[in-house]
């Protein structure tokens, strides 16, 4: 729980940091496009760490 809160913690600092000069520059569609691109970022990462490599390469027991 201690490295989900650090992590969160480190993610919420980057976020806050890096919108300031993506909004100065690209004005308040950075904000969106930052939005879609973190949670899809997260799907792709939850399913590398919730389905292990041999399951998705393994083929179901023939009986």
Not at 30 to 38: D, M, R, Y
Request: hydrophobic content about 55%.
């Amino acid at each position: 729980m201690g490295l989900f809160n650090a992590s969160a913690a480190v993610g919420t600092a980057l976020g806050t940091f890096l919108s300031g000069p993506l909004v100065l520059i690209m004005g308040y569609l950075a904000l969106s496009i930052t939005g879609v691109a973190g949670v899809a970022i997260s799907l792709i990462l939850a399913y590398f760490v919730a389905v292990p490599a041999q399951s998705r390469n393994s083929v179901p027991p023939q009986e």
